[in-house]
């Protein structure tokens, strides 16, 4: 389930590239507004989205994916507490800890918009009934060299980062990451070979009684 028929056409592809297509369905859905009627499932895989419910917040979702396990069945959080980190402090321009700053902008814009980003969902999940089995801090720290995939990702994410914080940055640090987003040269992200993918996610495990 997302509300994105892209997100949702990118899955179906994965899954047709995998031969899997007759077994995966997807279903399009604003979780903010009426949740779509599933049925009695066995397991929900939430990753990186339920900090993203808003109206009135994830509690309500929490509730609904209650209601959808049959008793018994598993619900799966994944969530973030942050950004990745891909950059080195010195990116050789401007000044070092550009994307410290940007990460600190990215918090401001969020704590309004995003709320829940970095939430403690266990608390959460026990409230809206479900058994926590698992609690497991999960830690990425990938370092150079890297596969070619790591610099669009590191391209992509920090694109829309700048689409978020663009107003809260000096003209300076802006001017320095529209060069790294856009330069073909070798301290361009997607040249660069001192790209590394550092982030930090928890999995929460939790059972319908
Ligand atoms: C960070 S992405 C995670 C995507 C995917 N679950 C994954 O782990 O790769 C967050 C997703 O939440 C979806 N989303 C945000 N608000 C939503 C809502 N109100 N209803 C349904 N989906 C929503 C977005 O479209 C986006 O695909």
């Known amino acids: 389930m ?82 990745p980190r891909f950059l080195p402090d010195d990116v050789g321009r401007g000044r070092p800890g550009l994307e410290a700053r940007c990460h600190e902008a990215r918090a401001e814009a969020h704590a309004e918009s995003l709320p829940d980003l970095g939430s403690d969902w266990g ?39 700048r689409s978020r914080i663009a107003g809260k940055l000096s003209p300076d640090d802006l001017a320095t990451l529209d060069h790294l987003l856009d330069s073909g040269g070798p301290d361009g992200v997607v040249r660069r070979d001192d790209l590394t993918v550092r982030t930090e996610r928890t999995l929460w495990a939790a059972r319908r009684p």
């Open 2 to 83: 997302d509300r994105s028929p892209r997100l949702l056409d990118h899955l179906r592809g994965k899954a047709r590239a995998r031969g899997v297509e007759d077994r995966v369905r997807t279903v399009q859905a604003d979780l903010d507004a009426a949740w779509p009627d599933l049925g009695t499932v066995e397991l929900v895989w939430a990753s990186a989205s339920l900090h993203h419910l808003t109206d009135p917040d994830p509690d309500r979702g929490l509730r609904e994916i209650f209601e959808s396990l049959r008793p018994g069945g598993l619900l799966a959080v994944v969530e973030m507490a942050g950004f």
């Open 123 to 161: 608390p959460r999940l026990s409230r809206a009934g479900f058994t926590v089995e698992v609690e497991r801090p999960i830690t990425i720290d990938l370092r150079p060299p890297l596969p070619e995939p790591t610099a669009r990702y590191a391209q992509a994410s920090l694109r829309m980062l």
